[in-house]
């Protein structure tokens, strides 16, 4: 009995030391590996709030349920720890204990540090002091890990939020350069595409060390961070393949990371994605799907130096490389079902971006915007020739006044 209860104490150890590797990985080291306990942890939460949420027809109801998918899983995780903390130490208690109930009496009032229990012996009360500083050692790390996810999870949706404004609710890319367009700040997407990519970067780090923040969703149903990043990178898309000499430099910054980002996250979940398509490889949104959008941006005032036909193949060729693995978060985390975002868990229609009401007259509004647009872009024209004939380095040096 002797033996098997030593045997006891190995197997105990070793579960406490794989528990710890949980714990730090968790909350501590700031990579993406995992042991495989908090992923499994979050699969298990997951799937009876998935399976409920699947007979939910109203997205908003559903989206509801689901974020308490997030909620479950961290305090799930605490408890799982614990569980598996008491069964370990209450193994290493049993050779010095009167029999494992014992054990597992002593251990747990060790763990949560009420003392009523303390057997006698060198190794046994070794063991009961770790117990006691794990239990306090776990619920501070656990304390000290909330406020690291929520300042992660606010810089992701401060962007996000501001999105709205430009992309609509919930976030489609060609809304992006219609609303632009329609104020003539196309120009002004450079420091939007600038802004983006330091976003998909912060996010792309953030999210695959701690895999419970992608399950955050975001205060409004209509809104996801999922999208938001779908929608800026079509937008950016779009830009290089209908304006490839006038779009802002910033956006070809923004595909590699953004795309990037998407593939990074994907794989995190266990999504599997190509990570060198071909531009021509097939994607599932339409050629006229892309030419519709493309006219209703021209329709808002955007000029186009290559026409949506032509412009096509470019845009796919961007597409190809971010629109799988978007569409495999948008379905895994089922996120809003807006335009151009793939299929969801419960079949349904998507839903196109919320316009702001007009206020104005149309007619007079849309062309006072294309008459100071137009004279904008004049004055833009000849500042940039100004500042080339300033910045000219072929002009000739005036030789030097040998009398000076």
């Not at 349920?65 to 130490?89: E, I, K, N, Q, R």
Request: proline fraction near 6%; charge should be negative.
């Amino acid at each position: 009995m002797k033996a098997v209860e030593w045997l006891g104490f190995v197997a105990g150890l070793l579960l406490v030391l794989a528990t710890y590797g949980s714990v730090l990985e968790t909350t501590i080291v700031p990579r993406g590996n995992r042991s495989g306990l908090t992923p499994l942890i979050l699969r298990l939460v997951n799937l009876p709030v998935r399976l409920v949420a699947s007979r939910i027809s109203d997205y908003e109801a559903r989206d509801r349920w689901l974020a308490y998918a997030s909620a479950g899983d961290l305090v799930a995780t605490l408890l799982v720890w614990l569980v598996l903390f008491l069964v370990g130490f209450a193994f290493m208690l049993w050779p010095s204990s009167t029999d494992l109930v014992d054990a597992f009496r002593i251990a747990g009032s060790s763990l949560v540090t009420l003392g009523v229990a303390v057997p006698r012996g060198n190794v046994s009360t070794v063991v009961v002091y770790f117990a006691a500083l794990t239990g306090l050692t776990v619920v501070a790390l656990q304390i000290a890990y909330l406020p690291v996810l929520y300042a992660a999870y606010n810089r992701r949706e401060t962007l996000v939020t501001m999105l709205e404004g430009l992309a609509g609710t919930p976030g489609w890319g060609p809304e992006v350069l219609v609303r632009s367009a329609a104020v003539d700040n196309l120009d002004g997407l450079g420091t939007m595409y600038d802004r983006w990519m330091q976003w998909a970067a912060d996010v792309s780090e953030s999210h695959s060390a701690y895999l419970v923040l992608m399950y955050f969703r975001s205060p409004n149903a209509r809104r996801s961070w999922v999208i938001s990043l779908l929608s800026i990178l079509d937008a950016a898309a779009m830009h290089l393949a209908l304006c490839p000499v006038t779009v802002p430099a910033p956006a070809r910054n923004l595909m590699r990371v953004g795309y990037l980002a998407f593939r990074q996250l994907a794989t995190t979940i266990g999504a599997t994605v190509n990570d060198d398509p071909s531009p021509d490889d097939d994607i599932e949104l339409g050629r006229e799907d892309f030419i519709a959008a493309a006219e209703r941006a021209r329709s808002a005032g955007m000029e186009f130096e290559r026409e949506p036909d032509q412009a096509w193949v470019h845009f796919k060729g961007w597409r190809v490389n971010y629109e799988a693995a978007a569409y495999a978060l948008a379905a895994n985390l089922d996120v809003v079902p807006a335009l151009w975002s793939g299929s969801r868990l419960r079949p349904g229609p998507p839903l196109p971006p919320v316009a702001p009401i007009d206020r104005v007259s149309q007619s007079v509004e849309v062309s006072e915007i294309r008459r100071v647009g137009e004279l904008r872009r004049q004055r833009r024209a000849q500042l940039q020739r100004q500042w080339d004939r300033d910045h000219d380095d072929d002009a000739p040096m005036e030789e030097p006044d040998p009398d000076s």
